[in-house]
């Protein structure tokens, strides 16, 4: 879930925003609720805060501060500011530090839910683009190594070799080609296609064989 802290000095807004916003069907979880600047900032530096939702005009330290201190601490957080103040000078501020939504007071819980979901939405997508990219980096040496050990040895022999010693070795257990090909450092397609060619059978059935070989063995010993 994403984490949400929420600022300001009006404790029935405040409370409002609590209570009256479905934060777990926006998959949010309320990390904090502070009633000033200084406490959100303590916050911050504890927990990794993906959106900060705060008013404008607080004292000892505006909402603008506050939103200043979060992008120093994390410059992919989400702020949403609402206030009883339409100044333009506020809202130009706002805007300045790419404010993802300006809400007036008094609040609409349906405005503010909208501006939540357009968030989530941003924010889930640039999860998802990140894991998307990690993989893909983690596949590059992936394919490499495959690439250099196919023109090296047609036959892969002593890899299978070393792989079969591994599996005797491991067993016991929950083993998988997954397993296997990651530990070696090849994709599971490509490492049961080699394991096919140069054994004879799947992984699957060699995996059952040395364990049927080993039960044999110990079925064998009359200890």
Not at 134 to 153: F, V
Request: hydrophobic share 40%; net charge negative.
């Amino acid at each position: 879930m994403l984490k949400a802290l929420l600022a300001d000095d009006e404790m029935l807004d405040l409370e409002g925003m609590k209570q009256f916003i479905p934060w777990s069907e926006l998959g949010i979880e309320v990390v904090d609720a502070m009633n000033n600047g200084f406490s959100a900032c303590d916050v911050m530096e504890q927990e990794q805060i993906d959106i900060l939702v705060t008013d404008v005009h607080m004292p000892n330290m505006t909402g603008l501060e506050l939103a200043k201190r979060a992008m120093e601490v994390n410059k992919d957080i989400r702020i949403i500011f609402v206030s009883g103040y339409q100044d333009f000078n506020y809202v130009k501020q706002a805007l300045s530090l790419n404010a993802c939504s300006y809400v007036l007071k008094p609040m609409d819980d349906e405005e503010l839910v909208e501006s939540l979901r357009k968030v989530t939405v941003e924010l889930y997508d640039e999860k998802q683009r990140r894991e998307a990219e990690q993989d893909y980096l983690h596949m590059i040496p992936m394919a490499k190594n495959e690439l250099l050990h196919s023109k090296a040895n047609s036959k892969n022999s002593k890899l299978i070799r070393e792989i079969i010693k591994v599996m005797k070795e491991r067993m016991h257990e929950n083993l998988t080609l997954k397993d296997i090909a990651y530990q070696f450092s090849f994709s599971p397609n490509y490492l049961g296609r080699l394991f096919k060619e140069d054994v004879g059978k799947t992984f699957s059935e060699v995996l059952v064989q040395l364990r049927m070989d080993a039960a044999r063995a110990m079925l064998d010993d009359p200890r």
